[in-house]
């Protein structure tokens, strides 16, 4: 049944990321902007510029440079980055560690903190802690995350010295990186110091990112759970005589962390564009920066490829919240 | 067909006789604290942003100050400069109000682009129905599978560095969450009563869908409105952070003077707290006044 679901949702994906690649190569294609040109500067001749267009085959007719992308994409070929010279999927898997342990750290800052906050207020709604908690989150919502990570990066690591100001890891470490995420990396070469020196640095710009979807974590537990306090089940576990406690871890929690589950798998979306602010900030070399870069100078592969795998990757996150339902709500395997 | 007229207007009568829905957020909307902070904040701003050249006390991006700021000093506040010096020399407040006709005209522009082009989008969609709305929604689904910020800087890359650039992006952006949301309420109004009721007077379709559905479908489409021109004016000043949009660093962009900012930082922070605390208020406000007119225009909050 839940095999069947899954299967299903990730045929209807296929339309979808086939359409993207469609609109994606058109619209990159008829815009302006040379990517030659930038490749090769202001004092490109005309020759350099023909030459480069015909060894990356931007004279081919449109159409015959679509289906070469597309055959090349199913056999897992992203395409050669114009600028780098290499592989577009080697720098992404060279790049992405670096983004997923900012995007976890991001994460679990908004999670650890949020629902605990959210929950409280939602139970003592009205009083001046609950005021407090919806006005904090409303400065997640309102602060720009690249402005949030300046003030951290000057109040914490310029000022009072606590963090790092840049970069994943200090330059003094000689650390091993067998899997590029340099948390992980120090575990595993047995190296603590440099998995703790590699989390503060992560620390600054995870607080950063995580500050939107901890505003709308917060704001999403909260009008859940006072919306679940009222319902008829928590009534007869009450009158049943039940602990406060198990009322609100089975009762309460439970049935409160539904749409938050949803909220939080749309939020990587938003993390993902966050991540190339952030980034950029302190300097992380993910891929965010890494897309940043190639949208600078205008490289064709690096992009698609790029949007292509945050879609997809998005897509089944998203499929896998959905999953995920399934284990928090029994009603929802059914239908 | 003139039977209608005696039976359409007590079909059409809302809940609650002699209140429309409007009235009745209005009347909540004055009630409501967070609506009048927000909305002092929004008039504020538009105020500032337009009478600009009446309030600001010098020329905007004059460099006539300099020497004033330079790698090891930058001016502070002084009685001639209330806010000091910015990092290109010229007067701080002066570009400050500047920077709020740039975060308005953009912000609003592109606000407006999404919503035009969401809403014709959304309105073909539910009102034809059919295999124009399955076309339509699917090109939603293939935009909304890119996050909106990654969407608006590959539009901007790629239109080159303008505020005509910024704009497209952003508002380009929106266009699916509008079409999405418009087609989603305009699908629940075709369901209620006074639309079966109009169907049976032998009303066109036509007629039906624009002068029924639409009108009753708006709400949400006006709130989310509000909410995203406090999201479009963060996303202006995050685009040019990333050094799109506008190329002339003289002209006043709150995002651009963070980023200006930056090589003074460790000398004068406050070049870049000034303009991101202006981007902060100015999106406080809108968010506060869109979740008002939400609360306010929310069928569950009337009576």
């Known amino acids: 049944m839940m095999l069947r679901f899954a299967l299903r949702r990730l045929a209807s994906l296929v339309p979808t990321l086939f359409g993207l690649s469609i609109l994606l190569f058109a619209w990159l294609r008829l ?104 006005s904090t989150s409303l400065l997640g919502v309102v602060v720009p995350v690249f402005f949030l990570a300046i003030i951290l990066k000057y109040i914490f690591a310029i000022q009072l010295g606590l963090f790092e100001t840049a970069n994943r890891q200090s330059s003094r470490i000689d650390a ?160 | 067909m003139t039977v209608p007229l005696t039976v359409s207007p007590t079909l059409a009568l809302p809940e609650e006789p002699g ?66 010096i910015d990092r290109w020399g010229s007067d701080m407040l002066t570009q400050l109000l500047y920077g709020a006709r740039q975060s308005l005209i953009i912000g609003v522009v592109s606000t407006l682009i999404g919503l035009i082009a969401g809403a014709v989008l959304g309105t073909l969609a539910g009102g034809l129905g059919g295999w124009v709305d399955t076309l339509i929604m699917r090109f939603v689904d293939i935009m909304l599978s890119i996050p909106s910020l990654l969407l608006a800087i590959s539009i901007a890359a790629a239109l080159g560095k303008s505020s005509y650039a910024l704009m497209i992006a952003i508002g380009v952006a929106q266009v699916p969450i509008f079409a999405r949301l418009l087609r989603g309420s305009m699908l629940s109004q075709s369901k209620s009563d006074y639309v079966l009721a109009a169907n049976a007077l032998g009303l066109h379709k036509r007629t039906i ?39 002339d660093p003289a002209v006043a962009e709150w995002g651009r003077m963070i980023v200006s900012g930056q090589d003074r930082f460790l000398v004068a922070p406050w070049l870049s707290f000034y303009p991101g605390i202006c981007i902060a208020i100015t999106a406080l406000g809108f968010t506060l006044f869109g979740e008002a007119l939400r609360e306010a225009l929310d069928p569950k909050q009337r009576r």
């Open chain 1, 31 to 134: 815009l302006p902007g040379d990517p030659a040109r930038s490749l090769l500067g202001q004092r490109a001749t005309p020759e350099s510029i023909e030459r480069v267009n015909e060894s990356y085959g931007f004279n081919d007719p449109l159409l015959q440079q679509y289906l070469k992308y597309i055959w090349a994409l199913l056999q897992g070929d992203l395409g050669t980055s114009i600028s780098l010279k290499e592989p577009v999927l080697t720098a992404f898997w060279d790049k992405l560690p670096a983004t997923i342990e900012l995007t976890v750290v991001a994460l679990i800052f908004a999670v650890v903190i949020g629902i605990p906050l959210g929950y409280y207020a939602g139970r003592h709604q009205g009083g001046w802690t609950d005021t407090a908690v919806v």
């Open chain 1, 176 to 335: 091993e990186h067998p899997t590029n995420f340099y948390v992980l990396d120090g575990i595993i070469t047995g190296n603590l110091g440099a998995s703790w020196d590699a989390l503060l640095h992560l620390v600054l710009p995870g607080i950063a990112l995580g500050t939107i979807p901890f505003a709308i974590i917060v704001r999403i537990t909260r009008a859940s759970v006072s919306e679940v306090v009222h319902e008829d089940f928590v009534r007869t576990a009450e009158s049943k005589g039940l602990a406060a406690s198990t009322i609100n871890r089975r009762h309460v929690l439970r049935n409160a962390l539904l749409p938050v589950v949803t909220t939080i798998g749309l939020q990587l979306g938003l993390l993902l564009s966050g991540a190339v602010l952030t980034e950029t900030v302190f300097s992380l070399g993910g891929i965010g920066q890494y897309l940043f870069d190639a949208i600078t100078v205008r490289d064709y592969p690096v992009l698609q490829g790029f949007i292509l795998f945050i879609a997809l990757m998005y897509a089944l996150i998203n499929l896998v919240v959905d999953l995920s339902y399934g284990l928090i709500d029994p009603r929802v395997r059914v239908s």
């Open chain 2, 19 to 84: 209140e429309s829905l409007w009235r009745g957020a209005w009347k909540r909307l004055r009630r409501s604290p967070m609506a009048i902070i927000g909305a002092s904040i929004v008039l504020l701003f538009v105020l500032v942003a337009l009478l600009a050249p009446v309030l600001a006390p010098y020329e905007p991006a004059s460099s006539e100050w300099t020497e004033l700021s330079t790698p090891t000093f930058v001016q502070g506040p002084t009685s001639e400069h209330l806010l000091g």
């Open chain 2, 209 to 247: 869908v624009m002068n029924h559905i639409l009108p009753n479908s708006l709400g949400p489409t006006i709130v989310q409105a509000t909410l995203n021109l406090a999201t479009a004016i963060i996303e202006v000043a995050a685009l040019s952070f990333l050094g799109l949009g506008q190329s």
